[in-house]
Nanobody, 126 residues
Framework: QVQLVESGGGLVQAGGSLRLSCAASGSTFSRYAMGWFRQAPGKEREFAAAISWSGGSTYYADSVKGRFTISRDNAKNTVYLHMNNLHPEDTAVYYC???????????????????WGQGTQVTVSS
């Protein structure tokens, strides 16, 4: 099993930047596909970004492509979400998620992830 703890959320003005971190416990983090999801009030949780074991493959939702960057440091058991040019519609609780996989690929469906963090609030003011 792995435990995930997000940090780095906060209040930022439109056009600003934030970096979210997700620290994972457990020794097999390097074999986990990881992802970031978000949930705005009254809406369903939606996919934002995903990364493979090695970090060599990434995938983004169209709504964040070109503004957000997902990365990971397996030596530190941490995955990051760098968010630039934030919009008010990016306001949401952001969750990181992980799943052990037998292949070094991308997982982007909510239902395919086994482990979730508690979430961190990101609020973008206009």
């Amino acid at each position: 099993q792995v435990q995930l703890v997000e940090s780095g959320g906060g209040l930022v003005q439109a056009g600003g930047s934030l970096r979210l971190s997700c620290a994972a416990s457990g020794s097999t983090f390097s074999r986990y596909a990881m992802g970031w999801f978000r949930q705005a009030p009254g809406k369903e949780r939606e996919f934002a970004a995903a990364i493979s074991w090695s970090g060599g493959s990434t995938y983004y939702a169209d709504s964040v492509k070109g503004r957000f960057t997902i990365s990971r440091d397996n030596a530190k058991n941490t995955v990051y979400l760098h968010m630039n040019n934030l919009h008010p519609e990016d306001t949401a609780v952001y969750y990181c998620a992980g799943v052990p996989t037998a292949y070094n690929g991308i997982v982007y469906l909510t239902t395919d992830y086994d482990y979730w963090g508690q979430g961190t609030q990101v609020t973008v003011s206009s």
